[in-house]
T-cell receptor, first 116, second 114 residues
Framework: EAEVAQSPRYKITEKSQAVAFWCDPI?????LYWYRQILGQGPELLVQ????????DSQLPKDRFSAERLKGVDSTLKIQPAELGDSAMYLC??????????????FGPGTRLLVL | AQSVTQLGSHVSVSEGALVLLRCNYS??????LFWYVQYPNQGLQLLLKYTSAATLVKGINGFEAEFKKSETSFHLTKPSAHMSDAAEYFCAVSVNTGFQKLVFGTGTRLLVSP
């Protein structure tokens, strides 16, 4: 069964350092999502791609966060510089179609970030 | 704006007992509703979704949920809890703006005791 891959699974970094997370969606999935999940809360959408284009980054802190999905396949989320409040689980998800509120999102295992 | 409220951050049941996890939604248009499960240190897995085809939705692992418009609810149930059901459960609503945007609740942790 195809799965969404993410790496690394765990990352510890110091405040002000740069970190990067990688996501490989299920093959053929047009839409890719990055979420942030703070401990004890539900996931919050950071950015959504359709193919290689960003369609929603309204909740992405653009002064320190960036995301790209070159060639519309895998994606990288970067934080520079990291702050203590960035400690969270970062989840990647993908869905098959570009449109449709009923689409199923398939989630990867996540990257747990700890900023010291 | 669409939102969901999950009542109870923790629910404890005994093995074999009924599981009931509550979710109420707020939406100005017909919503699409989802239940996801998250096991420790893992991503989310879809349990079931409501897409207006039927008000009673059956999902994986014996779970089901009933959409009640009059009560703006989409509660998740399972007749008999199993130890393996212990996890975090999230209700989510999809905003109908063409492309999908899921808004999640704060989650309910299900504890199952022997």
């Amino acid at each position: 069964e195809a799965e969404v891959a993410q790496s690394p699974r765990y990352k510890i970094t110091e405040k002000s350092q740069a970190v990067a997370f990688w996501c490989d969606p299920i093959s053929g999935h047009a839409t890719l999502y990055w979420y942030r999940q703070i401990l004890g809360q539900g996931p919050e959408l950071l950015v959504q791609f359709q193919d290689e284009s960003v369609v929603d980054d309204s909740q992405l802190p653009k002064d320190r966060f960036s995301a790209e999905r070159l060639k519309g396949v895998d994606s990288t989320l970067k934080i520079q510089p990291a702050e203590l409040g960035d400690s969270a689980m970062y989840l990647c998800a993908s869905s098959l179609r570009r449109w449709g509120p009923q689409e199923t999102q398939y989630f990867g295992p996540g990257t747990r970030l700890l900023v010291l | 704006a669409q939102s969901v409220t999950q009542l109870g951050s923790h629910v404890s049941v005994s093995e074999g007992a009924l599981v009931l996890l509550r979710c109420n939604y707020s939406s100005s248009v017909p919503p699409y509703l989802f239940w996801y499960v998250q096991y420790p240190n893992q991503g989310l897995q879809l349990l079931l979704k409501y897409t207006s085809a039927a008000t009673l939705v059956k999902g994986i692992n014996g779970f089901e949920a009933e959409f009640k418009k009059s009560e703006t609810s989409f509660h998740l149930t399972k007749p008999s809890a199993h130890m393996s059901d212990a996890a975090e459960y999230f209700c989510a609503v999809s905003v109908n703006t063409g492309f999908q945007k899921l808004v999640f609740g704060t989650g309910t942790r299900l504890l199952v005791s022997p």
